[in-house]
Nanobody, 116 residues
Framework: QVQLVESGGGLVQAGGSLRLSCASS????????MAWYRRAPGKQREMVAV???????NYSDSVKGRFTISRDNAKNTVYLQMNSLKFDDTAVYYC??????????WGQGTQVTVSS
C-alpha cells in the first residue's frame, strides 16, 4: 500500500532551523511530483513548496528564501529544510505525492511549533 511518513517536526525557537523528511513507499517515487503543505491553527491549508520529477522547485511567497525543498530518489524521500523560522510557521506540515491522471497521496502530518 501507499504510505507517506513525515518526521522531523518539533519545537524550535524563532530564528532556528528544522528539517522535515517524508519517506514514501508503495509508489515509484521518481515518477511523482512531491509537495509540502501546512495547516496553521485557524487557517486553511496552504502549499509551502513543490518539487517536480525534474527537480524544479516552487515556493509560497511566505517561505521563499527561507525554506528549501529537495528530494533523494534513491531513498524515496523528500525533505523540507526550514531556516529562519518564524512564529507564523507554526503548523502541521503534510507531505503530498502528485501525478497527473493518478491518485494523490498524503501523509499523516508532523507538528512544527515555533516559539515566539
Amino acid at each position: 500500500q501507499v504510505q507517506l511518513v513525515e518526521s522531523g517536526g518539533g519545537l524550535v525557537q524563532a530564528g532556528g532551523s528544522l528539517r522535515l523528511s517524508c519517506a514514501s513507499s508503495g509508489i515509484i517515487f521518481s515518477f511523482y511530483t512531491m509537495a509540502w503543505y501546512r495547516r496553521a491553527p485557524g487557517k486553511q491549508r496552504e502549499m509551502v513548496a513543490v518539487i517536480t520529477t525534474g527537480g524544479n522547485t516552487n515556493y509560497s511567497d511566505s517561505v521563499k528564501g527561507r525554506f528549501t525543498i529537495s528530494r533523494d530518489n534513491a531513498k524515496n524521500t523528500v525533505y523540507l529544510q526550514m531556516n529562519s523560522l518564524k512564529f507564523d510557521d507554526t503548523a502541521v506540515y503534510y507531505c503530498k505525492a502528485e501525478r497527473p491522471s493518478s491518485s494523490d497521496f498524503w501523509g499523516q502530518g508532523t507538528q512544527v511549533t515555533v516559539s515566539s
